[in-house]
Every structure is written in C-alpha cells, then in structure tokens.
C-alpha cells in the first residue's frame, strides 16, 4: 500500500514537472510551428508516466527478490 | 513465446504505426491570419491573407478563387486575387453599401479555392460594419459567389482546425488512454464478478492489477487534457463537464485502493474490495457517457452530439485513431500483465 502511494505521488510529481515546464516556457514557444510542441508536451508526459511507473515496478520487484533470497 | 506474447508484440507494433502515421501525416492547407479583421461596408479592401501548410504560388492567381461569406446565400466573390508567396496572398474585395443583415455588423468567413491545396476556410474572418441598416438595398450584391466546382486537396492529410492546428494529432494520444482505461476497468469488473463467484483469489490479483494500470492511464489522461487544454481551451482546467466527471471517476477509482489497504484479513478485503469495485464501474458508465453528454462542455461529443463526427474526426484519422486505440489497450493490458505477476509472486512467496 506504501509503495502504491509512492506511485501516485511520483506520478504526479513528474506531471507537475511537465506541466511546470509548460507554463514556465514561453506560451508563444508552445505554441509555434502550429502548435506542434503541445504534441511533444503531450507524448512526453505519457513517456514520463510510464517510465515512473516502470520505476515503482523495478523497486517493488528488487524488494521482493531480496525476500525470497532471504527465506 | 510468440504463441504467449503475439498480443504484446501486435500493440507495439499498433503504437509504432500510431507514431510514425500520427506525427508525419501533414496538416490540410488552411487560413491562418487575415488583417485588417474589421472592414466598413461600401469601401474597396485589400485582405492580406496569410497560409499554413498552403501552396499559392504552385497554383497560380489564374486558379485562386475566394469569397466572403455570411451564410448560404450570401457570398461575395473577390475581385482581385495576388499571389505574394507561398503562403502570403492579398485579396481584393469591393464591399456593397449595405450588408445582407439587419444589424449594424456581421461577422464574414473567407473561403479559397485553388487546385494546388483544395479548398479552406477561415470562419469569422472578418467583421463588418455599416452606417446605415438595409436588407433589401444589400441586394443582388451579395449572391456574386457561387461555390461550384471546389477543388480536394491531393493526398492524404489530417483536417485543418483553427484553434488545434498540429495539436490534432493529441487524438491519437489522449483520447485512447481513456478507451484503454475503460477497457482495463471492464476486465476488472469481470474479474471481481468471478472473484465473488468463486473465491479464488488469484481473480483477486488481477482485479488490483488491471485497476492499478487503469489508474496510471486514467491520471495519464488527466494530464495529457489539461496540457492539450491550455493550449487550446485557453487554461489546464476550465471545471468544464467532462473534465469534471473524469476526476470524480479516477477519486472513485483510488478510494478502490484506500478500502483495500483498510483492511487486514486478505479474504475481507477482496470481498469487499470487488463489491466496491462492481459499484465504481457502475458509477463510471453514467459519469463518463451519459452526463457529459446532457450538458454543454468544451469536450467534442457534447451536449447531445455523437462524439467523433465531421472534421473533428475523418477518414484519414480514422486510420490512425482506431490502431491507436488497439494500440494503447494492449500496451495497457501488458503493464497490467506485469504487475498482475509481480503481485502473484508475493502472494505466493510471503503469505504462506
């Protein structure tokens, strides 16, 4: 259960950093080249969600592996 | 291997497909920019007209054709059209004294046509106005413009949309985390049945499992929104209906977890757990189909329309959105697979 709020809360630490990102930057810059780069925002913050993902998998993996070789 | 895992191979390759077609298919040619936007009736103007994706000079003045348009029966034909560049143009308009209206203003569409790039529309483009009101005076003036013989863009593009210009290409992004979702909910809400059914708590495992994966798209979908939102819509959230209904959906969905993790008895605690669960379905299907659709919302889809139609979602998109959709549900029911095993392991290993 700990590691299932780790989750969220690493998944939503990681949409604020893009979001941030976002606002932070330029609007104009977002928005040039026909508003191409919201595409990029959009794709990277579903790459950036995944891998945070994948991270908790990895760590909730390697602790249970570590159980059983203690047993 | 290939016999276990051709699902997990086919939605790869979908999302390559989805990548590779969804970025590089380009835009329809359209109107980005008319100056000046407010004319006064009864004088001679000059639009300066400024293009995306177009190509005027291939096409030549000879081919270009445009109008202003109020509605279906009143167009004004251009009288002089210059090709400046590519993507620059000047249009010539002569104004009539009097607008086909009976208020003192109206807002005006300007329409190309040229062979080289198809047809394309600037909607309101335009804003007019008049001294004096008078329909009848407007006239014959007004019926110049026929649209006949409008040319089709050669090749295949994606539809050209004032306010999303690239960032159509989200729809193959956002909108199939929330398809996927739905899908992992679905399966979750069969397992739980089986769960109560039979008492096997293997069901069990799977039901966290494919919540869990639906949860990460459902946020996913979340923020992918609220980016695509601001740009487009103008704020990351408007408290706009479907918004709305998504985050009282995914806080249905998490209070899953939180109930879970209240209890200690792991057999209570998945017997309860697939109660809840039936019921967050249940909540779900009016929350996300039926009351977006009662309300007005900024959401395609809305207040009363069948969502995907007309340009919002063609023919060309079609072909990308639908292996999108297969694409990111399989991608879904694999991470789901994953944590689906890690979780029987534990079971397994450290509740003996």
């Not at chain 2, 394309?120 to 005076?137: H, Y």
Request: glycine letters at 8%.
């Amino acid at each position: 259960m700990i590691c299932n709020r780790v989750s969220l809360v690493l998944i939503l630490a990681l949409a604020s950093i893009v979001s941030a990102r976002a606002q932070g930057a330029d609007a104009d810059f977002l928005e040039s080249m026909g508003k191409m780069y919201v595409v990029l925002a959009v794709v990277l913050a579903i790459l950036f969600g995944i891998v945070a993902f994948l991270i908790y998998l990895d760590r909730k993996l390697t602790k249970l592996e570590n159980q059983i070789k203690e047993e | 291997m290939i016999r276990q895992s051709w699902w997990k191979i086919l939605g790869v390759l979908l999302l390559v497909y989805t990548f590779i077609a969804g970025l590089m298919m380009p835009l329809k040619p359209g109107i980005i920019q008319v100056s000046p936007g407010s004319l006064h009736a009864g004088e001679a103007v000059e639009l300066v007209v400024r293009g995306y994706n177009s190509s005027y000079a291939k096409a030549g003045k000879e081919n270009m054709r445009a109008w202003l348009k109020m509605d279906d029966e009143n167009i004004l034909a251009a009288s002089k059209v210059q090709v400046l560049g590519n993507r620059d143009l000047k249009v010539f308009f002569n104004l009539p004294a009097y607008l086909p209206s009976k208020d003192s203003s109206g807002s005006f569409s300007l329409i190309l046509d040229h062979p080289a790039d198809g047809a394309a529309v600037l909607p309101n483009a335009v804003f007019i106005t008049q001294d004096s009101i008078d329909p009848a005076k407007a006239g014959s003036a007004w019926k110049s413009g026929r649209f006949e013989n409008l040319s089709e863009h050669p090749g295949k593009t994606f539809p050209f949309r004032n306010i999303l210009k690239e960032s159509i290409r989200n729809q193959y992004f956002h909108v199939p985390l929330w398809f996927a979702m739905m899908f992992l909910f679905l399966f979750s809400l069969i397992h739980s049945i089986k769960y109560l059914r039979k008492g096997d708590p293997d069901a069990d495992l799977r039901v966290v499992s494919l919540n869990q994966a639906g949860m990460i798209y459902g946020l996913l979908g979340v923020v992918t929104g609220a980016l695509w939102a601001k740009h487009t819509w103008g704020a990351y959230w408007s408290w706009d209906t479907k918004q709305n209904m998504t985050a009282i959906c995914l806080l249905i969905y998490a209070a899953y977890f939180v109930l879970r993790g209240a209890f200690q008895d792991d057999e209570r605690k998945a017997r309860l757990s697939a109660i809840y669960n039936i019921f967050a379905f249940a909540a779900m299907i009016p929350l996300l189909f039926v009351i977006p659709r009662m309300t007005d919302s900024l959401h395609p889809g809305a207040g009363g329309n069948p969502a995907f139609g007309g340009d919002d979602l063609d023919n060309t998109m079609r072909m990308v959105f639908y292996p999108a959709g297969v694409g990111w549900t399989l991608l879904g029911f694999w991470v789901a697979s994953i944590v689906y095993r890690i979780r029987a392991l534990e079971f397994k290993w450290l509740d003996r």
